[in-house]
């Protein structure tokens, strides 16, 4: 079997890196001047390339390997961020008096779930004649919703229904974001008999 071309090679390696047949094309070959359907159908064809598929997944693989990424793991990076609980990160007393306790956030691996924090210390008088120290901790956390939504979507807990009336079908098509037209075409093409395009 004849090695892959160059360019073959790189599309491989920018699909791996970018997840969308057609972004790795653009990227890739002279792309300007060609409509979205034909970059569509270049990169349908490149994909389904025996060749490049099977690139394709052996760096995949590599990656996933190197930096151990599995669906377990991302499910479960994932499920930090989504049933993160702010009594993770504070402690109440019976007075109703609030501290911070991010001992207890690190126990339960809730610190995953945050963005930023940052604390300032400054010194303030009490009153009398002391001076008290002042800390102002303030932390963010990551998009609860945005976690749970993934992890719903990768659980197939929900589909998306859009209504397509008056042959809105490619108008519709076109609002996909472009790594799902892609699948569209990939399930169309699997589907069309052998012997040319329609």
């Given at each position: 079997?004849?090695?892959?071309t160059?360019k073959?090679?790189?599309?491989a ?16 070959y ?9 970059v569509?159908r ?10 490049v598929?099977a690139?394709?997944?052996e760096l ?18 994932l499920?930090?961020i ?7 990160f504070?402690?109440v ?6 501290a ?9 691996g809730?610190?995953?779930a945050?963005?930023?924090?940052t ?5 303030e008088?009490?009153g009398t004649?002391g ?8 932390f963010?956390?990551?998009d ?5 939504e993934?992890?719903g979507k990768?659980?197939?807990?929900w ?19 472009l790594e799902?037209?892609?699948?569209v ?14």
């Amino acid at each position: 079997m004849r090695p892959l071309t160059p360019k073959q090679e790189k599309f491989a390696r920018a699909y791996v890196e970018l997840g969308n047949a057609s972004e790795a094309y653009r990227r890739v070959y002279a792309a300007k001047a060609m409509k979205a359907e034909t970059v569509n159908r270049m990169a349908f064809d490149l994909v389904n390339n025996r060749k490049v598929a099977a690139r394709i997944q052996e760096l995949g693989e590599k990656a996933a390997a190197k930096h151990e990424i599995t669906a377990e793991r991302v499910m479960s990076e994932l499920a930090k961020i989504a049933f993160v609980d702010l009594e993770d990160f504070v402690k109440v007393s019976e007075d109703g008096d609030v501290a911070l306790n991010f001992k207890g956030a690190s126990k339960k691996g809730s610190l995953a779930a945050v963005s930023e924090f940052t604390q300032e210390v400054f010194w303030e008088k009490d009153g009398t004649d002391g001076v008290d120290q002042i800390r102002r901790t303030k932390f963010k956390l990551l998009d609860k919703t945005r976690a749970l939504e993934l992890i719903g979507k990768r659980m197939s807990m929900w589909v998306d229904r859009h209504s397509i009336e008056d042959g809105g079908l490619m108008e519709f098509f076109k609002t996909l974001p472009l790594e799902i037209q892609d699948q569209v075409i990939a399930h169309y093409e699997s589907r069309r008999p052998s012997g040319g395009r329609a």
